[in-house]
């Protein structure tokens, strides 16, 4: 049996009734980018649709960046001469900086999404140095990697903003802090939040590593280049936007080197002339980056601050280990806690099924799933026939085993996308999430049956034999019940139905 957690990333989302997304504008030119099939004219055309996609794109291609030597007048010709990769780029480069614009006024907010900028002109410098087949891609999937921070932020507000100001100012290890306090890190809720908007895996499989590059070699080499590409990006980031800039330049020098075998010379090259790309490209989105230092300066900084890093670097990162070892093991711990107490909350003693109170809340929360997807879902109520007889006869004890092993003869018969409860005495439910009354009925005349040749153990050679009656209601896409208790009471009719039938049966 599969339960399906509350904690989990989509969940987590559509709790979410103003999480950002991208414009229905922006969706159709990717589609008609991404199809193969559309010419450089019919998606020209349909940006000239909207003024602002026209100004935009015009902008960026008239700008210092791309040098073209005449002035470019039309979409059409912007199209032609920039590709339509890189006219994808800006699109949803343009509009996801729009979006971060207009997620909050918050100035801390304001400062990480000029990072995550910076770091996006630093993930395509990088990507154009080493001759990435995509830079384009490389900007964008840079852009995007901290976006998770905007569904923390709807989910915990407050106690996020702080972490936020932890990360920015002293620049703390933020998923560390995440860990401490929340289930998931923002790079499992950005990939979630990518995922829900419809992206591509090549733009959201890097979020997911941008920390932590641990599992990405099992990725496809292209993605996996990206994700090194990504996770260098973000060490950039730290460069000019955090306090440590000294620590985070050796930080990225070592791994450049490992990764890309860049030199110390190199890196140093790299970033001196990297200040006026990066202000360049944010006034190309009409994004301003206030109080960006140059390179040479931090290099000043940091040359200064060397003798004292070289005593506490180990050290530090020794403690940071500990903590963060310490953080993981703590959060381990408590989940299992979490986890016991809950199944044994939501479990029956005697069959091992799950209980009447977990039955409710479970069957609110998928017919609600049933309701907004428009999916599926079916509901057998099973009563075991002359079950008092039973217990007269052989006593309640053997009664209570009877029960427990039909507990386990469920468990094994229904699939793992299924959950059976022990709703009361004598009757079990079997709950079906996307899956038709023909499903349903199939699944229940093989548990019918199984029981009914199943012989149950009493005394040598003196088995038990017993039968069942079950009463199936099947929601269908269209919606044909109103509440859950409709449900319910449809199954237990239908149920009535087949014991008054004769029993041993199953009705719809």
């Not at 490389?138 to 923390?152: E, P, R, S, W």
Request: proline share 3%.
């Amino acid at each position: 049996m599969t339960e399906l957690k509350a904690t989990d990333p989509q969940i987590l989302l559509d709790r979410i009734d103003d999480l950002p997304a991208l414009s229905p504008v922006v969706n159709k030119v990717l589609t008609l980018i991404n199809d193969g099939e559309s010419n450089s004219r019919q998606v020209a055309d349909f940006i000239q649709n909207d003024a602002s996609l026209t100004s935009r794109i015009l902008k960026v291609v008239n700008s210092a960046f791309y040098g073209f030597n005449q002035k470019i007048t039309t979409v059409n010709q912007a199209v032609v001469l920039l590709g339509m990769q890189t006219v994808r780029s800006i699109i949803l480069s343009a509009s996801i900086i729009d979006m971060l614009k207009n997620a909050d006024t918050m100035l801390d907010l304001k400062r990480l999404w000029e990072r995550s900028l910076f770091s996006a002109v630093a993930g395509r410098k990088m990507a154009r140095k080493i001759e990435h087949p995509n830079p384009e891609e490389t900007f964008i999937a840079c852009l995007l990697m901290d976006v998770g921070m905007l569904a923390q932020l709807h989910l915990h507000n407050g106690t996020y903003q702080t972490i936020m100001a932890g990360e920015l100012h002293q620049g703390e290890d933020i998923v560390v802090a995440e860990s401490r306090a929340f289930e998931f890190s923002h790079e499992k809720l950005g990939e979630a939040m990518l995922q829900k908007w419809g992206l591509p895996e090549v733009l959201w499989i890097p979020v997911r590593y941008h920390h932590d590059l641990s599992g990405c070699e099992s990725e496809a080499e292209e993605i996996g280049l990206l994700c090194q590409l990504v996770f260098l990006a973000r060490l950039a980031g730290r460069i000019f936007f955090s306090p440590k800039g000294g620590m985070a330049i050796r930080d990225f020098k070592a791994v450049s080197k490992s990764l890309l075998e860049m030199s110390p010379d190199h890196v140093d090259e790299f970033f001196r002339s990297i200040k006026e790309e990066a202000l360049e490209v944010a006034q190309q989105y009409g994004f301003g980056i206030t109080n960006l230092r140059s390179y040479t300066e931090i290099l000043d900084e940091a040359n200064q601050e060397l003798t004292e890093l070289n005593l506490t670097y180990e050290r530090m990162n020794r403690e940071l280990r500990e903590a963060k070892q310490e953080a993981e093991d703590l959060s381990r711990k408590l989940r299992e806690a979490n986890e016991i107490l809950q199944q044994m909350a939501r479990v029956d003693n005697l069959t091992g099924l799950y209980n009447r109170r977990y039955h409710d809340e479970y069957l609110e929360r998928e017919f609600e799933r049933s309701r907004r997807y428009r999916r599926h879902l079916s509901y057998a109520l099973i009563d075991i026939d002359h079950f008092k007889s039973v217990n007269d006869t052989y006593g309640h004890q053997q009664g209570d085993a009877i029960l427990k092993e039909i507990g386990q003869k469920l468990t094994s018969l229904i699939r793992s996308s299924d959950m059976a409860f022990r709703y009361g005495g004598e009757e079990i439910v079997v709950i079906m999430p996307e899956t038709d009354l023909e499903g349903a009925m199939s699944l229940g005349e093989r548990i019918r049956l199984d029981i009914e040749r199943h012989e149950f153990t009493y005394m040598p050679g003196k088995p038990i034999h017993i039968t069942v009656s079950i009463g199936i209601a099947s929601k269908d896409p269209k919606g044909s019940f109103e509440s859950p208790n409709d449900l319910v009471e449809t199954a237990d009719q239908c149920l009535y139905r087949a014991k008054h039938g004769g029993r041993n049966r199953i009705c719809s």
